[in-house]
C-alpha cells in the first residue's frame, strides 16, 4: 500500500491561499490521489481527487507533479470554517475492488484572522 | 436529501460487553464501509461491504463483525469490548467511486 507523508501542521492567514502538500513516493500507476478533511468531531468530507493530471472543483485545486510522487492541495482563499485537519490518502485497491480509504495522521490546518 | 445517518450517537459500556452500531447510507448507494478513528489518529479501515458482500476486510480482530442488508443500511457488531475499542466509529456510503461520504459517527466510550 502506497504511504502518505504530510507535515503535522500548517498556518495560513485568512483570505490567503492554503498550500497543502503530500509526499507519496511509492504511488502505483493505477492509483488516485484524494483528499478529505475532517472539521473538529465531525466526518471527514471529500474535497478533491486525481490521477495525473491537475484537478479543481468549487472547492479546491489539486496539483499533482508529473512523476506522481508528490502532490499539493490548494485552498485559493482560505476562511476559518477550513480550519480542519487534512488528509491526503491514496486509494488502494484490493481484489474485488475494495476502495479502502488508507488515512495518515494528516496536517492541522490553523487559519488565522 | 439526507446524508448517511449513524446511531447512536453516543454510547457508553462497560468492558465486556457487546455493542450494535447501526449506518443508514445515502439513498442509492450500494456501498458502505466502517472505519474506528482513536482520538488523535485518522481513520483506520475495518470492513467494507457492497451489494450485501463483505468486499474488504481491515486488520481487526473477530470481535469485530458486521453485515449489510437488502435495503443497503449496515450494522458493526463489537463483542467482549475492551477500553481500547473507545472511538469514534465512523459509516461511509459511496455510489461506487470515487469519493466516499461520511455520517457523522458514533462516539463509544468503554469504562
Known amino acids: 500500500d502506497a504511504k502518505t507523508t504530510q507535515p503535522p501542521s500548517m498556518d495560513c492567514a485568512e483570505g490567503r491561499a492554503a498550500n497543502l502538500p503530500c509526499n507519496h513516493s511509492?504511488?502505483?500507476?493505477?492509483?488516485?490521489v484524494y483528499w478529505y478533511r475532517q472539521i473538529h468531531s465531525q466526518g471527514p468530507q471529500y474535497i478533491i481527487h486525481g490521477l495525473k493530471n491537475n484537478e479543481t472543483n468549487e472547492m479546491a485545486s489539486l496539483i499533482i507533479t508529473e512523476d506522481r510522487k508528490s502532490s499539493t492541495l490548494i485552498l485559493p482563499h482560505a476562511t476559518l470554517r477550513d480550519t480542519a485537519v487534512y488528509y491526503c490518502i491514496v486509494r488502494v485497491q484490493g481484489s474485488g475492488n475494495t476502495g479502502k480509504l488508507i488515512f495518515g495522521q494528516g496536517t492541522t490546518l490553523q487559519v488565522k484572522p | 436529501d439526507a446524508g448517511v445517518t449513524q446511531s447512536p450517537t453516543h454510547l457508553i459500556k462497560t468492558r465486556g460487553q457487546q455493542v450494535t452500531l447501526r449506518c443508514s447510507p445515502i439513498s442509492g448507494h450500494k456501498s458502505v464501509s466502517w472505519y474506528q478513528q482513536v482520538l488523535g489518529q485518522g481513520p483506520q479501515f475495518i470492513f467494507q461491504?457492497?451489494?450485501?458482500?463483505?468486499?474488504g476486510r481491515g486488520n481487526f480482530p473477530d470481535r469485530f463483525s458486521a453485515r449489510q442488508f437488502p435495503n443497503y443500511s449496515s450494522e458493526l457488531n463489537v463483542n467482549a469490548l475492551l477500553l481500547g475499542d473507545s472511538a469514534l466509529y465512523l459509516c461511509?456510503?459511496?455510489?461506487?467511486?470515487?469519493?466516499?461520504?461520511f455520517g457523522q459517527g458514533t462516539r463509544l466510550t468503554v469504562v
Open positions: 461491504y457492497y451489494e450485501k458482500e463483505e468486499r
Open positions: 511509492t504511488i502505483s500507476g493505477n492509483e488516485y
Open positions: 461511509a456510503s459511496s455510489p461506487w467511486y470515487p469519493e466516499a461520504f
